[in-house]
């Protein structure tokens, strides 16, 4: 009795599946995506710009105490993770782009699943920071 395709045993018909699977071609890429890199790249890095001058205003125009240094470090430090995060994705991207087909390229490359997580703890923690240690100094200073 025959399986499927021809084929008599059920452990051939599963074997030429995964064949197939493995053999399939990849995912084809759109020239538009180069683009789109490019311009999500530039939407994080704008967004660490934006973090690292918040960060320079609290460092230069406030008194230098430990409320605004504190919140000047944490909102620098979140700049620079928002922006090694963005250019990892771009090079990982850019990378599955360059191969040609030489390598799988999946759609999870091009999806950015932790981009939203990083975002929310990151502006979390900063607004944490920020309401947090003034409250903390006065009162301690109570």
């Given amino acids: 009795q025959e399986v499927a395709f021809g084929f008599g045993c059920p452990k051939v018909l599963a074997v030429v599946l995964i064949l197939l699977c493995i ?3 990849s995912l084809k890429v759109d020239p538009k995506a180069w683009f789109t890199t490019e311009r999500t790249f530039l939407h994080w890095a704008r967004l660490a710009t934006l973090f690292a001058v ?3 205003v609290l460092l230069t125009t406030t008194t230098p105490d430990l409320v605004s ?3 000047a ?3 620098g430090v979140t700049a620079g993770i928002i922006l090694v995060f963005a250019y990892r994705k771009h090079q990982c991207r850019v990378e599955a782009l360059n191969t040609g087909g030489a390598i799988r390229v999946r ?5 950015d699943s932790a981009g939203a997580l990083l975002l929310a703890i990151s502006l979390t923690l900063v607004v944490g920071v920020t309401v947090a240690v003034p409250i ?3 009162s301690i200073s109570a």
């Avoid at 759609?107 to 999806?111: C, I, M, N, R």
Wanted: hydrophobic share 55%; glycine share 0%.
């Fill in 69 to 71: 240094d504190s919140c």
């Fill in 23 to 25: 053999v399939m071609p």
């Fill in 73 to 75: 470090a944490v909102v």
């Fill in 54 to 56: 918040a960060c320079a």
């Fill in 107 to 111: 759609p999870e490359d091009f999806a």
């Fill in 136 to 138: 903390l100094v006065r």
